[in-house]
DNA sequence: ATCATTGCAAACACTTTGCATACGC
DNA sequence: GCGTATGCAAAGTGTTTGCAATGAT
């Protein structure tokens, strides 16, 4: 199925309390959730796939999280879907797909000789992010209609 | 001030005919604020900017008339702010940079050799977007807090 | 007369905020 | 016990939808 490689609990702590947050069992099964399944998943897939296992946990508290994982810089905001934010745990830089049939997300490797400078047109660069949109492999082969017209 | 080249009513027309769309006042005047102010709005700022010359004009009209012209590739939405979609109108392909303090888009060039691709891993690429964030020169220039820390 | 566009009001969806409760050291 | 994290409810904001009125041919 999906390949889940398993994360130590310490090394996520140990990644959490380097940026100074305390590793509460929420902000651990975020953080476990994004890193494992490499999803680029919204607030609402992270939602319902810990709800299961927590029930008790509130979206606002999941919302709370992601702002303070992303201000302290170990998740990135994926601005590439137009209604919703979606939220990768990546260290190399890379691009990103989304497929407008299912939704999905994707890494792709792109030679960026661009990536690594700091100024544009005068303009201080924090950050890139290159976005493709399109239709995924997986939704070309199996309804072939976009290839009929 | 802001440099507006005039455009012709009959250019804007011929661009919307030309697309099976319909050129009614609010659709023109939509068209020309997005081509002649070459500042990415949002739906906000054209409804601002518009409601001066046309009192009665509704935001409803703004969405429909935008998603239309998006659909009809006449302008491209762009997902570079997290909260609102921002608009282009731009046939040569280029990248946009948002600054964090101003949240002004500014146009910035790059030699994309990725750019034709039709392919990327398999998926089907039918858009690309660049997107820079940081500070602009204009917000490090007037305050130099950035520079401090 | 017919059909599409416009625009108001309401509904929707995603996100943030206020505040009381619960947790951890 | 004190300070922070949590989570419910409500508010806020951007966008879409239902539908009646208006406008164009």
Do not use: W
């Not at 130590?8 to 902000?27: A, C, G, H, I, M």
């Amino acid at each position: 199925m999906t390949k889940t490689k398993n994360i130590s609990t310490d090394y996520l702590k140990e990644l959490l309390e380097s940026k100074d947050v305390k590793p509460s069992f929420q902000r651990l099964s975020v953080l476990k959730y994004i890193i494992q399944k490499k999803n680029h998943p919204s607030v609402d897939t992270i939602f319902k796939a810990l709800s299961k296992d927590i029930p008790t946990l509130s979206k606002t508290t999941i919302y709370n999280t992601l702002n303070l994982l992303t201000q302290k810089g170990i998740v990135t905001a994926l601005t590439i879907a137009d209604n919703e934010t979606r939220y990768d745990f990546g260290e190399e830089h890379h691009a990103h797909f989304q497929c407008a049939v299912c939704g999905m997300v994707f890494d792709v490797k792109v030679d960026s000789d661009f990536c690594d400078r700091d100024f544009i047109d005068g303009h201080k660069v924090d950050e890139i992010q290159v976005h493709f949109k399109g239709v995924c492999s997986n939704c070309l082969n199996k309804n072939n209609t976009f290839l009929k017209h």
